[in-house]
């Protein structure tokens, strides 16, 4: 599906907007370290995909999970990032329940026709 | 996979009744989950990605930039200013980190 080069990349403008948000307000990065952070970026998900992937495989699934994504960071030595993912992933659940419950269909389309059906039939009557 | 971009759009911002403060899904992330998901696809052997692996990889990848751009400054030298040495050092300072020393050696472009 990546068939060019650049697909690879993340955009550097949102990877530096990340590692700012941690840095203190003052601090200039440079132009080579932000590239090499968003190549990094990119290494690490595809690291973090291959790894996943072999743990589905070992469990004969065709899809990857999300738990399968966690255990690969942990499998990796990156469990300090476990947690606040389980967090997001907490949060993600409940948002999709709470779409899944804001969908319910409104049932009074039937009833509405049968109205009209009946004012017809009234003033055919008179 | 159009529940992707049913997730990506953030509705929640446009719907006035949801409590900003308990939603931090979409706003929190910064990355584009379509471009994660162009990344993960180009994995060997790769077949499907739940949706919520994809989001949890995102958001994985957007923690690891900002530890490794706190590492890397802990030992940076340039007052003020975080360079490429300073990346490369806190790489090859972090074990788990390992996977990128080859991306590094590498160059910059």
């Known amino acids: 599906m990546a068939e060019r080069l650049e697909d690879l990349n993340l955009p550097v403008t949102a990877i530096t907007r990340i590692a700012k948000e941690?840095?203190?307000?003052n601090i200039i990065v440079s132009k080579e370290a932000k590239t090499a952070l968003a190549r990094a970026a990119s290494?690490?998900?595809?690291?973090v995909?291959?790894?996943a992937t072999t743990i589905a495989t070992s469990r004969n699934k065709k899809t990857i999970s999300a738990q399968d994504v966690l255990e690969a960071l942990s499998q990796v030595d990156f469990e300090c990032?476990?947690?606040p993912l389980q967090q997001l992933l907490e949060d993600f659940k409940s948002t999709k329940q709470q779409k899944k419950d804001t969908k319910k269909p409104t049932p009074n389309k039937n009833t509405d026709d049968a109205d009209v059906i009946d004012?017809?039939?009234d003033d055919l009557e008179l | 996979m159009s529940a992707l971009n049913n997730s990506s759009t953030s509705t929640d911002q446009n719907d006035p009744n949801k409590d900003k403060s308990k939603t931090p899904k979409s706003k929190d992330m910064h990355l584009p989950i379509s471009r994660v998901r162009t990344i993960m696809k180009s994995t060997p052997d790769i077949e499907n990605i739940g949706l919520p692996s994809l989001h949890v990889v995102t958001k994985a990848t957007e923690l690891f930039i900002q530890k490794l751009a706190q590492d890397a400054l802990k030992?940076?030298?340039h007052y003020r200013h975080l360079e490429y040495n300073d990346l490369a050092r806190a790489v090859e300072e972090n074990e788990n980190m390992y996977?990128?020393?080859?991306?590094?050696?590498e160059g910059s472009i």
């Open chain 1, 22 to 25: 941690v840095l203190p307000a």
């Open chain 1, 43 to 47: 290494v690490f998900i595809l690291y």
């Open chain 1, 49 to 51: 995909s291959n790894q």
């Open chain 1, 81 to 83: 990032l476990i947690e």
């Open chain 1, 119 to 121: 004012l017809v039939d």
């Open chain 2, 75 to 77: 030992g940076q030298r």
């Open chain 2, 99 to 105: 996977f990128l020393r080859d991306t590094k050696n």
